[in-house]
Structures are given as C-alpha cells and as structure tokens.
T-cell receptor, first 112, second 114 residues
Framework: GENVEQHPSTLSVQEGDSAVIKCTYS??????FPWYKQELGKGPQLIID?????GEKKDQRIAVTLNKTAKHFSLHITETQPEDSAVYFC???????????FGTGTRLTIIP | DAGITQSPRHKVTETGTPVTLRCHQT?????MYWYRQDPGHGLRLIHY???????DKGEVSDGYSVSRSKTEDFLLTLESATSSQTSVYFC?????????????FGQGTRLTVV
C-alpha cells in the first residue's frame, strides 16, 4: 500500500515569513494529493489539493507543488499569519481504491 | 460546515468493555470513514464504507468492527476495549470517494480506555 512521509514534524516561523512542509509518497500510481489543516479541538479541513496532471496550484497565500518523478509534493504558505498556526497533514490517494493515506502531520507555529 | 455529528464526543471506559461510536451525516454522501489519530502516527484508516451494508478494512482494523444499516449512520464498535485503543477517533464523509472530492471530517471522539 501507499506510504506517505512528512517533514518536518514541527515548524516555527516568524509572522510574515514563509513556511514549507514536504511530503514524499511511495506509490508512483498515486494521482491525488490533498492537504488538510487541523486546528485545536477540531477535525481536519481541506485547504488545497493537487492532481497528478498538474505541477503547481495556488490559492491566495497557499500553494502546492508536485514532482511526480521524485514522488514528492510540498505545501508553501507565504506571508504567514497567527491564524496559520495549526497541524497540517498531507495525504495521497491509494491507486485503485477510495482510501487516503495521511502523513504524520506538521505542527506549525507562527511567532508574532 | 458539512453535516457530520459524532457521538459521544468524549468517553472513558474500562478495559474489556464494548464501546460503540456513532457517526451521523445529513449530506447523503456515499462514502464514510473511521480514522484514529495518535501522536506520531497522523490519521490512520480503521474501516470505511462505500454504501449501505458495504464496508471494507483499513490499515488498522484489528479489534474494530463497523456497521452501516442506513446511509446516514456509520457505527464503529470496539468489541472489547484495550488501552491501545485510547485515541481520538474521526469520522469522515465524501460524495464519490476520498480521491477526487473533498473529504469532510467530524469533530472527533476522544476515547480513553482505563
């Protein structure tokens, strides 16, 4: 099955700086890669996703890049704000079924 | 917010007792999932359902069973709870599958087995 590794496990950045979280996946046939944000005491919520036929996708201050050859994808948050503090999870679709495999999460802290 | 309700939100139970967690949705979505969340492990799939009475195992299904008798309800049962099942459990739903459409998560159930 699919295996997703996520780094770093914790990340602290100054407000206004950029944050980057990286994930690698094992199944070269995976074709869908969402990112979820989880705030304290809440369930994860989708913030952006990318499909394997696209190399980059942006949504305001958030962007995701995908390198299929290297089997890794990254989340980029620019101009970070205090409300960006949360746990972020990457995920990859298991080819041939309807299951998502998640990374182990990154706790992002924005320092005012 | 998607209409997903998990109950109970918190539960403390003793080792060896049966426990049932409920997930109720009002979105009429086909797919429903149960995940557990543990430090250092992220979210791991326990079981999922792709329709009424249609279920399949995830990566950590041992010790858990599920049932889906109605579109809106997905039950997770721990037949005999163990301390290793202390965790936060999340239910998720999606319309056509977690692959190309958004999966919506519930608020979670914190289960403690003592």
């Amino acid at each position: 099955g699919e295996n997703v590794e996520q780094h770093p496990s914790t990340l602290s950045v100054q407000e206004g700086d950029s944050a980057v979280i990286k994930c690698t996946y094992s199944d070269s046939a995976s074709n869908y890669f969402p990112w979820y944000k989880q705030e304290l005491g809440k369930g994860p919520q989708l913030i952006i996703d990318i499909r394997s036929n696209v190399g980059e996708k942006k949504d305001q201050r958030i962007a995701v890049t995908l390198n299929k050859t290297a089997k890794h994808f990254s989340l980029h948050i620019t101009e970070t704000q205090p409300e960006d503090s949360a746990v972020y999870f990457c995920a990859a679709r298991d080819f041939g079924n309807e299951k998502l495999t998640f990374g182990t999460g990154t706790r992002l802290t924005i320092i005012p | 917010d998607a209409g997903i309700t998990q109950s109970p939100r918190h539960k403390v139970t003793e080792t060896g007792t049966p426990v049932t967690l409920r997930c109720h949705q009002t979105e009429n979505h086909r797919y429903m999932y149960w995940y557990r969340q543990d430090p250092g492990h992220g979210l791991r799939l326990i079981h999922y359902s792709y329709g009424v009475k249609d279920t399949d195992k995830g990566e950590v299904s041992d010790g858990y069973s599920v049932s889906r008798s109605k579109t809106e309800d997905f039950l997770l049962t721990l037949e005999s709870a163990t301390s290793s099942q202390t965790s936060v459990y999340f239910c998720a739903i999606s319309a056509t599958g977690a692959t190309n459409t958004e999966a919506f998560f519930g608020q979670g159930t914190r289960l403690t087995v003592v």
